[in-house]
């Protein structure tokens, strides 16, 4: 098995759950400053959500040592990742722009749905895996 995978899969689960208590506690106590809005803690909540979700899928697609090899998982894996980055990252910056006079971050918000792209290819990506096995 490839530990960078797993050491990636650990590092992106922490910094999930790390974050969704920033969203929990800090940023909702920011909420009566109007530093943050209420929908932009939001955003943040669903940031943490999509990545909580798609790094345990990339930790089952880990743990399926019968389907490592199968160029399908792989970039169901990597597409994970990189959804994980454009949707959830560009969320994160996009809904705590106003904590640090960055408005400029606006610019990232067409990264957010490209990211969104990337996790359901990754899903796709598994689907095919199934038809592959069906087809055998």
Not at 1 to 15: D, E, H, R, T, Y
Not at 47 to 73: C, E, G, N, R, S
Not at 85 to 92: K, N, P
Not at 94 to 114: E, H, M, Y
Request: some cysteine.
């Amino acid at each position: 098995m490839n530990s960078k995978k797993l050491i990636l899969i650990g590092l992106l689960g922490a910094v999930a759950v790390a974050l969704g208590a920033l969203g929990a506690h800090f940023l909702k106590g920011k909420l009566s400053t109007g530093l943050i809005t209420a929908d932009q803690l939001n955003g943040f909540d669903t940031a943490v959500k999509y990545q909580i979700y798609h790094v345990l899928a990339m930790l089952a697609l880990y743990l399926f040592p019968k389907h490592h090899t199968d160029k399908y998982i792989n970039w169901a894996f990597r597409s994970f990742l990189i959804g994980i980055v454009c949707f959830s990252g560009s969320l994160y910056f996009l809904c705590t722009r106003n904590l640090f006079g960055a408005d400029w971050l606006k610019v990232l918000g067409p990264i957010t749905p490209i990211g969104g792209l990337f996790f359901v290819a990754g899903w796709i990506f598994i689907a095919l895996v199934g038809l592959k096995k069906d087809s055998n």
